[in-house]
């Protein structure tokens, strides 16, 4: 039997895959052009141009499936901005609808840096919308979306990892630590005054972003970490008494004055110099240490000279001014009983 016949039909059959992969290839590279255009649209200004040239790109024939996913997450992204940049639902819900879609068709381990952007864009997208929920009075709504985006995170964080995607990592912890608080404030939980559980995951997150964000290579995300575990050992201590998380959290906001000073965020400054002198209050009275109230009053006074607490939240103005005459009443009495 002649061996022709087949020899034709193989050679055939390379030269048709061959084609469909140029072609498949001419289209993936066409979609992406098209996507740089359209980002540069957006760049502009020009949303209904930027969208159209996205659905030009999704509408090319032999799209491979990798790069499909790839267009639909550069859309969302695009999607994110807009919403973010309108305040309005519609694009927001849009580019959740449209990360999840990508995600379906990405696959972790073929298109793994993509896969996990997208589920933590899909992250920043839930509790964007998480907030508003809040703001319309849909507090359930809202702490489910919290619920959603932690899962989102958590997803990413299955495939960045310190040691190959340091930055995307770091950026991924601390925002499943964001989430975790936020979560812990909006759900009810049962038992709240004594469950630690989101909170303990969120100031986990936060210090591990800070093996990355550290003091010297990026001293401003370092501090603002600092200053959220501070918030977190806060409320832990309102809930749980003592004085381990009080110490916690005056250490913390501690931190962040070695990297902020007043000038380059007066209305932060003040905050984080109200929150020393009011754990120092509580702290040195419970220890009846003169040292501590001595660095409360030091503190508040401090809190009492910015213009932030006088003409915008009198309250807290009052509250240091009250700190000051607890401290220096508190000195006063142990240096008598010496």
Do not use: C
């Amino acid at each position: 039997m002649s061996l022709v016949p087949h020899l034709k039909k193989s050679i055939l059959a390379v030269s048709l895959s061959a084609l469909l992969s140029s072609v498949a290839f001419a289209s993936d590279e066409a979609a992406l052009k098209l996507v740089d255009d359209a980002f540069a649209a957006l760049k502009q200004g020009q949303i209904e141009q930027s969208t159209k040239l996205f659905d030009d790109a999704l509408a090319q024939e032999g799209l491979t499936e990798p790069v499909k996913g790839e267009v639909l997450s550069k859309k969302a992204n695009a999607l994110l901005e807009i919403a973010w940049a309108t305040r309005q639902d519609k694009p927001l819900l849009e580019a959740i609808e449209t990360y999840k879609t990508a995600i379906n068709i990405l696959d972790a381990e073929t298109s793994p840096m993509i896969w996990a952007d997208s589920n933590s864009k899909l992250g920043d997208a839930y509790r964007s919308l998480a907030y508003g929920r809040y703001n319309q009075n849909k507090p359930e709504e809202g702490a489910q979306l919290y619920n959603d985006a932690i899962v989102a995170f958590k997803n990413a964080l299955e495939v960045f990892n310190k040691e190959d995607n340091p930055t995307e990592w770091a950026t991924a912890q601390r925002a499943l630590g964001q989430v975790n608080a936020n979560s812990d404030t909006y759900n009810a939980i049962e038992g709240k005054a004594l469950n630690a559980a989101r909170l303990t995951e969120a100031a986990n997150a936060f210090k591990a972003a800070m093996e990355v964000f550290t003091q010297d290579a990026d001293p401003v995300s370092w501090a603002g970490l600092q200053f959220q575990l501070g918030d977190i050992y806060s409320t832990l201590h309102q809930r749980q008494g003592g004085t381990l998380w009080l110490e916690k959290s005056v250490l913390a906001h501690k931190n962040v004055l070695e990297v902020l000073k007043e000038e380059d965020n007066p209305s932060v400054w003040a905050q984080v110099q109200y929150f020393i002198g009011n754990g120092l209050v509580e702290l040195g009275a419970a220890v009846k240490n003169k040292e501590m109230l001595e660095d409360a009053i030091a503190a508040s006074k401090a809190a009492t000279e910015s213009d932030y607490f006088k003409n915008i939240f009198p309250e807290f103005y009052e509250r240091n001014q009250i700190n000051i005459q607890v401290a220096e009443n508190l000195i006063k009495k142990y240096e008598a009983e010496e």
